[in-house]
């Protein structure tokens, strides 16, 4: 890919012929034209590839890439370690920006060295079809979905575990130190897991190591809440046991690699300030393959 664009967009997207249309008009409406847009196809089976050649003819700033198997996870991360631009943002197929997301975003981390990654706005959205960016009433919306993140790691770490923010995962960073947070690889119990569970908390506990989190509330972001995108499923115990073909015991230990990562991430003492957090999470874990198991036997 050529850095002579400030930004690479991060497009994965598997059959995703519904959405596919829509999101490319929207990110190519943007006020902020300096980027490079790259769709990384899972491997479709519908009209994802007819569509991206399409629109891949009408603007020479898109490059469309299509790959051998369906991995969500990892599809993500090739877009980001092929990235050479000083700034990096990953675009979910069923979500929209307001126009200016970009260029508002852009410009807060041009002006401010101490930001590490900024978003929008973000507004949840459940009827796809009837949705019109253009009529949401944001004034009317009482839901916060992000907070700005900022202070020492330790306060930073703290406002992020109590607040649900996984929304942060779609900001748009700096490159170099996004690529330098995401655990690729782990070995664990002689296996190598690629990705880890709850992958995007593990990087944004080592993103915010090197600054703070962003929002600019003079943009946008719109998610839609029945996406398809397939990775909040990807933790889950169903998704587990029967897509990923684990083990009882692997689905038992889901959260304990992750466990083990964010302690190295943030030092026993911040740790052990916050462990509750990881207890809680590897006990409902625990508690949800029992429940499974329950209503597999009857």
């Not at 997207?13 to 790259?38: A, H, P, Y």
């Amino acid at each position: 890919m050529s850095n002579k664009k400030i930004l690479t967009i991060g497009l994965p997207v598997f059959n995703g012929e519904k959405f596919l249309r829509r999101r490319l008009e929207n990110i190519l409406s943007q006020t902020f034209e300096d980027f490079l847009l790259v769709i990384s196809d899972n491997n479709s089976n519908d009209k994802t590839f007819d569509i991206c050649m399409e629109f891949q003819r009408l603007d020479k700033r898109i490059t469309y890439v299509k790959q051998n198997f369906n991995q969500p996870i990892p599809n993500m991360h090739t877009l980001l370690n092929n990235s050479n631009t000083k700034y990096f943002v990953w675009a979910a197929i069923d979500d929209f920006w307001s126009t200016n997301f970009l260029e508002n975003n852009i410009k807060i981390l041009e002006d401010k060295p101490g930001i590490i990654g900024s978003i929008g706005a973000v507004y949840f959205f459940e009827d796809y079809d009837e949705f019109n960016i253009n009529q949401f009433d944001t004034d009317s919306y009482n839901l916060i979905h992000v907070k700005t993140t900022s202070g020492t790691y330790e306060n930073r770490v703290s406002k992020y575990m109590n607040f649900n923010q996984t929304s942060a995962l779609y900001s748009v960073f700096r490159t170099g130190i996004l690529k330098s947070s995401v655990v690729q690889k782990l070995n664990f119990l002689k296996k190598t897991l690629d990705p880890i569970a709850a992958w995007d908390t593990a990087l944004i506990f080592r993103v915010l190591k090197h600054g703070d989190l962003h929002v600019n509330n003079n943009s946008s972001f719109f998610k839609y809440t029945k996406g398809i995108t397939g990775v909040s499923n990807y933790d889950s115990v169903d998704y587990i046991l029967n897509v990923r073909k684990k083990s009882i015991v692997e689905a038992f230990i889901l959260y304990l690699p992750f466990t083990l990562v964010s302690l190295k991430t943030m030092g026993i003492r911040i740790f052990l300030k916050n462990i509750k957090w990881f207890l809680l999470l590897n006990f409902r874990t625990g508690r949800r393959v029992f429940k499974n198991l329950f209503r597999l036997e009857h």
